[in-house]
């Protein structure tokens, strides 16, 4: 993937520059192609939450935290269109992300979820709070604890092909593990 960042001054009354704003763009056209401003949120949240590292956050973490929270963030996405929420793809990339957020940052989650501008059902769902977020959350949770009696009800609910599931995941396990080494040669 291809991503361009440019740097863009936001000047105060006396044209001084104040500070900077990010434009993130994942390909050569100087389009962002996101018409749902939450959308268009997640997408530069989690863009930058990768180009600028994870791995910085949780650098005095163990290694399997912040591991553990890129492969949930894939496998999330990966349901995703299994559970019929393919427009919120990125979305619930961040769900998986931000998961385990506050074990990186040493901080309450609710906390942590006040601060952040991502949707308010992404927040629900990472507070247990129900919803088809959260369903998608659960089940991936049952995944890594192995809760296999939950796994099938659960399934079922979200329209999530069992046959598929394990190649799901060990795509993301692929996908973290290739990102995690670049990530590597980049910090």
Known sequence: METFI???????MNQKVYGYELLFRSG???????TDPDQATSKVIADSF?????????KDKPEAVVTQSILRAKFCESLAPF?????????????????MIDAILDRPLSEILLEIPIAED???????????LGEV???????????????SEQGLRLGIDEGKVARLYRDAVQWSSGFLVEASTIS
């Open 6 to 12: 440019a740097r863009q001054p936001i000047f105060d």
């Open 28 to 34: 050569l056209d100087n389009v962002f192609r996101h």
């Open 50 to 58: 990768f180009l600028l590292g994870i791995q910085s956050l949780g």
């Open 83 to 99: 559970s019929g929420l393919f427009r919120r793809s990125e979305d619930i990339f961040l769900m998986g992300m931000f998961s």
């Open 122 to 132: 992404v927040k629900k769902a990472l507070l247990g709070e129900g919803n088809r």
């Open 137 to 151: 959350y659960q089940y991936v949770l049952s995944c890594e604890r192995g809760e296999w009696n939950k796994l």
